[in-house]
């Protein structure tokens, strides 16, 4: 896979922070942040679909890049920042 672009780095990132809101919410308030987690959501899988199709690359590929680096980034190395 191809360098990850930062704007779906920063879409996922903002999704993943709206979904996380939902926790603890009842009622209304659920259901406005509900609508506000599918909206960044939705944001998310339109840049995935619209970059994939211009660098002619897996769109399914791309979103599961960008998900492992926004979930489960990898740890930086302390000794090569040192320098």
Known sequence: MHEIPDE?????RSAEQERARL??????????????????????HTAV???ATAAQVSRY?????VKKAVRHPEP???????K
Do not use: M, N, V
């Open 76 to 82: 930086k190395d302390d000794a090569a920042a040192d």
């Open 8 to 12: 779906l780095i920063t879409l996922e």
């Open 61 to 65: 590929e791309l979103e599961q890049a």
């Open 23 to 44: 926790a603890g919410l009842t009622d209304d308030d659920y259901d406005t942040q509900l609508r506000r987690w599918r909206e960044a959501s939705a944001a998310f």
């Open 49 to 51: 679909t619209e970059h």
